[in-house]
């Protein structure tokens, strides 16, 4: 709360914040962000480079049999460089070079997004490291229009409680503010333990996504 006198002219400022935190505004997220490298090593850069794209050329089949659109898949780095073993005697030995690709993937399809994740892993085998697989907000339009609907409703009646405390009356509102900060979720990858390792399948928690709405309104008061 802030009220002063300024060129006669008197200022109620107050602030509205409305999460997701009710259960109306609880937001399921509606993709799956999967981050993953394809890394090997042999005994030239040449081969090292050939072998990781040959292996990224089937994780990225893999993706685009699963139904992923080309424009959610995209290479993030791309890497080559030699790898050494040491010695207690502080000794060096070329093992050889390491070649890696690094893949930034969308999963639209949350239904299938351990699925999708499976068959990139069965593609690829052991040259494929997940990195992350993170359920994430791609359409927040909704979320934060209803969000801004209840800040804007919070900040109103809080600002009539003090008009009516103060014994004056709410004029013209001169300024708004607004920040919207979606809050992130938390990486998951499980497995169904329920099943023999050799045919467990990846499930995909997606949990519930918060967007947040902060706005400042600032009216003139009167009386």
Not at 72 to 100: C, F, H, M, N, W
Not at 108 to 136: K, L
């Amino acid at each position: 709360f802030f009220s002063s006198r300024r060129r006669h002219t008197r200022l109620l400022t107050v602030t509205g914040v409305q999460t997701c935190a009710l259960p109306i505004l609880k937001v399921v997220p509606d993709g799956v962000a999967f981050s993953f490298a394809v890394t090997l090593i042999a005994e030239s850069t040449k081969s090292a480079v050939a072998a990781v794209a040959a292996a990224a050329d089937q994780a990225r089949t893999a993706l685009l049999d699963a139904g992923v659109d080309e424009a959610d898949i995209a290479t993030q780095s791309a890497s080559v460089y030699p790898e050494y073993t040491y010695g207690s005697d502080g000794s060096q030995t070329l093992k050889g070079y390491r070649a890696t690709q690094n893949f930034a993937v969308t999963l639209r399809d949350t239904d299938r997004a351990g699925e999708t994740v499976d068959a990139v892993v069965a593609a690829s085998g052991d040259a494929v490291q997940i990195n992350s697989v993170t359920p994430v907000l791609i359409d927040t339009t909704d979320a934060t229009n209803d969000a801004r609907e209840k800040a804007i409703d919070s900040a109103k009646s809080k600002a009539e409680d003090y008009a009516d405390l103060l014994d004056v009356d709410l004029g013209d509102v001169l300024v708004v503010t607004e920040v919207s900060a979606p809050s992130g979720v938390t990486p998951i990858l499980a497995r169904d333990g329920g099943m023999a390792e050799s045919v467990a399948k990846t499930q995909i928690d997606l949990g519930v996504q918060e967007v947040s709405v902060t706005v400042e309104v600032r009216w003139a008061l009167s009386n």
